[in-house]
């Protein structure tokens, strides 16, 4: 047993809503079919939130409430929770401290954490440096997304990439060795003009005129934010497994955001890991953006043993991306 204190991942949760939108229903929507999306994105189906009145919080704060569960845990234990999201329930306050109103995490702090699809893997990081620390015990990450209070149905490059969900872990001190180990976290500010949402912050606020110009939904350029996603989602990857002396074969998972098959395939061919050692569910849920990672391991969660290193990379908007080492700290079958 070492002295150094790590981050460990001591719980899963998660939580996706109940409609289902297949492919063949966008048909009906807009120009587009089933094959042309599986073969560009290995996407069928997504879920969408349909419940009037309900948001981001209410698909995290369920995601949270399963954790607790299966913790076996009260939530008034819970010292901080941190959510990633690009679609909070409201400017302000936080989508994070409406979880812990909802959840009854009274003793929490928290706040969001806004990087797009790379949100999780930033917010994880974030929260295992609390846990580092020695200041916290218990922090919560929590990614959540309804992106189709963002998306363009008309609008054929986005709106058949993503879905709403949510996805939680626990974070708490570990002294076995297991838990976070490294990560490479990046951002690129120049790369906002390819994928963004132009209206609604501070330059160019809410009126009549943004809204009636439909600059309130997400736009993506997409030849480009490929490219870029292709390259760096692979090399960061890569460049942790070598600044860890580690290489593919050391790997027992690859859990790579869900934005695309082709991107996901670049990222597992530059680190020498077979198709069967990389989490998809892409196929089931879409990208649900700072969802992805979580709702990953929330799937695969059963395959996972103690001991099993994983890498967790992610690229998103902003430009944003990066990477993380983790030894997983429990068996769960």
Same mark, same amino acid.
């Given at each position: ?46 879920? #969408? $939130? !349909?419940?009037? @009145?309900?948001?981001?919080?209410? +698909?995290?704060? &369920? *995601?949270?409430?399963? %954790? ?115 990560? #490479? $976290? !990046?951002?690129? @500010?120049?790369?906002?003009?390819? +994928?963004?949402? &132009? *209206?609604?912050?501070? %330059? ?130």
């Amino acid at each position: 047993m070492s002295n150094k204190v790590t981050a460990a991942i001591t719980a899963v949760g998660g939580y996706l809503p109940e409609y289902v939108l297949s492919n063949f229903e966008l048909e009906k929507l807009v120009d587009t079919n089933d094959e042309w999306i599986r073969s560009r994105t290995g996407i069928s189906e997504r879920r #969408i $939130l !349909k419940e009037p @009145g309900k948001a981001t919080s209410d +698909l995290g704060a &369920k *995601a949270v409430e399963e %954790l607790l569960k299966k913790r076996g845990i009260d939530a008034s234990e819970i010292d901080c929770i941190i959510c990633a999201t690009v679609t909070p329930d409201m400017v302000f306050p936080a989508t994070a401290n409406i979880i812990a109103d909802k959840v009854g995490a009274t003793n929490a702090f928290g706040y969001d954490l806004e990087a797009a699809c790379s949100g999780f893997l930033f917010s994880l990081i974030t929260g295992a440096t609390y846990i580092e620390s020695g200041r916290y015990k218990k922090v919560i990450v929590v990614g959540a997304e309804k992106m189709s209070a963002i998306i363009d149905y008309t609008d054929r490059a986005t709106c058949i990439i993503f879905g709403d969900g949510a996805g939680a872990v626990l974070l708490e001190p570990n002294q076995e060795g297991l838990g976070i180990h490294d990560s #490479i $976290l !990046k951002s690129d @500010g120049s790369g906002r003009d390819f +994928l963004h949402m &132009k *209206a609604g912050g501070s %330059l160019i606020p809410a009126t009549a005129a943004s809204v009636a110009a439909g600059q309130h939904y997400a736009y993506q350029e997409g030849k480009t934010v490929f490219k870029f996603a292709v390259t760096r989602m692979a090399d960061v990857s890569a460049d942790l497994l070598e600044r860890n002396n580690l290489t593919g074969e050391d790997i027992a998972w690859l859990v790579p955001h869900q934005a695309n098959l082709r991107i996901i395939d670049a990222t597992r061919e530059r680190i020498g890991l077979p198709q069967e050692k990389v989490m998809i569910n892409i196929q089931k849920y879409g990208n649900t953006t700072a969802a992805t990672l979580p709702l990953c391991l929330w799937d695969y969660e059963k395959q996972l043993n103690k001991g099993d290193k994983i890498i967790l990379a992610a690229f998103g908007g902003g430009f944003t991306w990066g990477s993380a080492l983790v030894t997983w700290a429990y068996d769960s079958k």
